[in-house]
């Protein structure tokens, strides 16, 4: 895979489409600061795919795969 770029388009596969779509696609790191236990995990990298005809937004977490 090449470098990451934000807000790169992809076609990927929409579950709200049933089919392939284009998606916005970026990397988000997510604080979950209501969290106090897990201090490790606090910050996680997160993909963030959004469908560009429907607007469904599907987020992965990186490094827990
Ligand atoms: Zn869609």
Redesign the pocket.
């Known amino acids: 895979m090449a470098a990451t770029n934000d807000g790169v388009d992809m076609s990927e596969a ?1 579950s ?2 049933d089919r392939e ?1 284009p998606h916005d696609v970026r990397v988000q790191i997510q604080t979950e600061s209501s969290k106090r236990e897990n201090a490790e995990f606090s910050r996680e990298p997160y993909r963030v795919s959004e ?1 560009q ?2 607007g ?1 937004t599907t987020h992965t977490r990186m490094n827990n795969a």
């Open positions: 929409c709200s489409c779509t469908c005809v429907c469904t």
